[in-house]
């Protein structure tokens, strides 16, 4: 019996993955869709604060395409693509009201995170988290396609060239390590970040030896595959492969030993110094930085102010009793995981005893969040947003940097294409999501990565349909 052929071969069940696998089934395309853990949804399922946005009919009036591009470049460092960026900020209205309209994803509060001019980070108003609730409503319409194979446990080890611009189909493995090979007319790589690769032949080695040393908040198959089984097989260039991000705020969770040296951190969501959350200097009690300027200049700030006498950096989190309601359904679960607590700068000092050396009295917390008070909406460091005063009781936890995502990636261009290092694209073999290059430059807006997914997915499955 002769093999399947499939339109197209999409490889990871992210974001990226399930955008364009259900795009191209709906256009009743013969869709495989290979994962090579047991469970869909990769990074994408975890993600908390939301995806961005411009102009959106949740928004407040007065955002536009054009402010979302000038953000998204200015965050880049000058290293993001100018084409690609175009490329995002132009569908990005079309991709939120997708998700709500299509798929009934409820996006309908805003929140406005670092280096964005507007708010324009969405996510639902009841219990789910963003990511949670995206991916699983699509998984759910993927469920119901029949041209869909959806195989779980099946790893993607390479790509079958056919011609120096084509390739005819994927080699991929089971879990009982037998090898066969998917024949398609098209192959979407969407295998995500290398934030979690520590492994022997690890990018994070690689290319930034340096931060190796620090946990991650990627689940642990995020090892990078697509990036370097593209660079062996297709030559594909790497771009900005040392542009990592690293979040200035990973729980450190309180349950024992064990998880407060885990290399593995939950991620306190940016949405939670979005709400009105300040972090304070475990050294001194007093704020340090603007909390929401861009990320890299945040985490910045912690390692600054922040480092203890075990080489560590960590600082306190805290949220006054009336944002608490803001962000309730992420508050009570970091609470039932100990990641965060209500109580006086007493109780933070006693904490902050048992995770970092050097002892902080607890009226140096107080003088920290009255200052802050005093500084509502007239900050010396620049916080261009503000949420309620603290009173002696409020919401606290310890965050310290973490890797989180990879701007850098396998260089695309504004079809996706995936482009060589001799400069030439291949025609029929695409990469979205996380494992492409270019778009993110030196720093990643937040809310911009689910975003990238489902425009790129969306995108790529269209530019396949019309060829039918
Ligand atoms: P992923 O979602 O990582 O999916 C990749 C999939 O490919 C995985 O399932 C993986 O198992 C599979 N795979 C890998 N290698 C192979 C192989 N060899 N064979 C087969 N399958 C393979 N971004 C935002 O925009 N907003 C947020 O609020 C947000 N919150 C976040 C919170 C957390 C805790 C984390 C970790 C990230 C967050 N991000 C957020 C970033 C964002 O979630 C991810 O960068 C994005 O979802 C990546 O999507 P993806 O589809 O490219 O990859
Ligand atoms: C977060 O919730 O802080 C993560 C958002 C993102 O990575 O875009």
Redesign the pocket.
């Known amino acids: 019996m002769a093999a399947t052929r499939y339109d197209a071969v999409v490889?990871?069940?992210?974001?990226?993955?399930l955008t364009s696998t259900l795009s191209l089934a709906q256009s009743g395309l013969k869709v495989a869709l290979?994962?090579?853990?047991d469970k869909l949804?990769?990074?994408?399922i975890?993600?908390?604060?939301?995806?961005n946005g411009a102009p959106t009919r949740f928004q407040e009036p007065g955002d536009s395409v054009e402010l979302f591009a000038q953000d998204t470049m200015k965050s880049g460092k000058g290293r993001s693509k100018q084409e690609l960026v175009n490329v995002l900020a132009n569908n990005s209205a079309d991709a939120v009201h997708w998700l709500s309209d299509e798929c009934g994803v409820d996006l309908s509060a805003v929140a406005q995170l670092g280096g964005h001019s507007f708010a324009r980070t969405h996510r639902g108003k009841g219990s789910l988290p963003?990511?949670f609730a995206i991916v699983s409503a699509l998984m759910k319409k993927i469920e119901g396609a029949d041209n869909v194979d959806v195989l779980k446990k099946?790893?993607?080890k390479g790509f079958r060239k056919h011609s120096d611009f084509t390739a005819d189909g994927i080699e991929v493995e089971d879990g009982e390590k037998n090898r066969r090979t998917l024949l398609a007319n098209n192959i979407i790589l969407?295998?995500?970040?290398y934030s979690a690769d520590f492994t022997s032949s690890s990018l994070l080695r690689r290319y930034r030896p340096d931060l190796v040393h620090l946990p991650s908040?990627?689940g642990q198959?995020?090892t990078g595959?697509?990036q370097k089984i593209a660079e062996l097989h297709l030559d594909a260039d790497l771009i900005d492969m040392d542009a990592i991000q690293i979040h200035p705020t990973g729980f450190v969770q309180l349950k024992n030993e064990e998880t407060i040296n885990s290399k593995w951190k939950f991620?306190c969501?940016e949405l939670i110094r979005a709400i009105g959350g300040i972090l304070l200097s475990p050294n001194t009690g007093a704020r340090f930085v603007n909390e929401l300027t861009t990320r890299d200049n945040v985490t910045e700030g912690v390692f600054q102010h922040c480092a203890n006498d075990n080489g560590h950096a960590v600082c306190i989190i805290a949220v006054s009793e009336e944002d608490y309601i803001k962000a309730k359904p992420h508050i009570d679960f970091y609470m039932s995981q100990n990641l965060m607590f209500k109580g006086d700068a007493k109780d933070v000092t006693t904490k902050l005893a048992a995770i970092a050396s050097g002892r902080l009295a607890p009226e140096k917390i107080e003088q920290g969040l009255r200052q802050y008070n005093e500084a509502i909406g007239n900050d010396d460091l620049g916080r261009p947003s503000f949420g309620n005063p603290f009173g002696t009781q409020f919401y606290y936890g310890f965050v310290t940097p973490v890797l989180?995502?990879t701007m850098g990636g396998v260089s695309i261009n504004d079809k996706a294409q995936i482009l060589t290092k001799s400069g030439k694209q291949m025609d029929n073999v695409f990469a979205i999501?996380?494992?492409s290059g270019g778009l993110h430059g030196g720093n990643r807006l937040?809310?911009?990565?689910?975003?990238e997914?489902v425009v790129f997915g969306r995108k790529v499955a269209q530019q396949i349909s019309v060829l039918y």
């Not at 290979?34 to 853990?37: A, I």
């Not at 937040?446 to 975003?451: A, D, E, F, M, P």
């Open positions: 490889v990871g069940s992210g974001l990226a993955g290979v994962e090579k853990t949804g990769g990074n994408s975890k993600a908390s604060s939301g995806i963003p990511g099946t790893t993607f969407a295998t995500g970040g908040t990627n198959q995020t595959d697509g991620l969501g989180h995502f999501g996380e494992v937040g809310g911009s990565s689910l975003l997914c």
